[in-house]
């Protein structure tokens, strides 16, 4: 079974790996109106990564709100970023090379770009490359939880099966036990049966004996009571 975690561990350790981050610059349509931000690819469940990054945003970010699909932080402050509040729009969605994560960074007078805003831009990607570190992570804490869950329920299995095995073998020594039990008690009824039977013959022996001495004696009587009647 460590054999069979180890192989499960490995095999997280090697999707891990194999795991890309990318960020790129990116346009989406947000209440109707077209932005540029950057945007996130990761090869994970949206949903998964949706709450993490939910999370994420308000731990470092602010006050997040959800409303149709967008999330939105007012006057947050990301200070490896930018020491100025900033606008925050982001959604999470799914494509065909995985699930992805966008943001928008409204600086006031400008947004963060890849031309106008190098360095903001620089630190907002490193920010996102962070997440995305993150995410794979709690990804694989999670495969490791579920393997280990695996592993326990195997083990209670394997203790389940080897104790059956061995109530089996209890009952299987039981039984031969109580089988020697019954057939030296069936020897003994077997000699008891004898003794029985001898003492039928004995006793059928006496009761000839007996009878004969019955007779004897009534003849012996008969005898004695016609002496007395040539008494006269």
């Known amino acids: 079974m460590r054999t069979v975690l180890l192989v499960m561990l490995l095999m997280v350790a090697g999707i891990c790996q194999a795991q890309q981050v990318k960020v790129e610059e990116s346009e989406q349509t947000v209440n109707g109106v077209m932005r540029r931000g950057q945007q996130l690819t990761v090869q994970l469940d949206p949903k998964f990564v949706e709450k993490y990054w939910k999370d994420h945003l308000s731990s470092k970010a602010g006050k997040v709100k959800y409303t149709k699909g967008v999330y939105t932080i007012e006057s947050a402050v990301i200070d490896t ?13 799914s494509g065909t090379n995985g699930s992805y994560v966008w943001w928008s960074l409204d600086m006031g007078v400008a947004y963060v770009d890849k031309n106008a805003t190098p360095q903001e831009y620089t630190a907002a990607e490193n920010f996102m490359k962070g997440f995305a570190r993150k995410v794979y992570r709690e990804d694989v804490l999670r495969q490791i939880n579920e393997a280990e869950d695996v592993l326990r329920a ?14 089996i073998q209890l009952n299987i020594d039981k039984n031969k036990k109580r089988k020697q039990e019954l057939e030296a008690e069936l020897v003994r009824n077997a000699g008891e049966l004898k003794q029985l039977e001898q003492e039928v013959v004995n006793n059928q022996t006496q009761q000839e004996v007996s009878r004969q001495r019955v007779q004897e004696m009534e003849k012996s009587v008969e005898a004695v009571r016609a002496k007395l009647q040539q008494i006269k």
């Open 81 to 93: 970023i930018s020491n100025k509040p900033m606008r925050v729009l982001s959604t999470v969605g």
């Open 154 to 167: 195997t083990k209670q299995e394997q203790d389940r099966v080897v104790k059956q095995a061995n109530d």
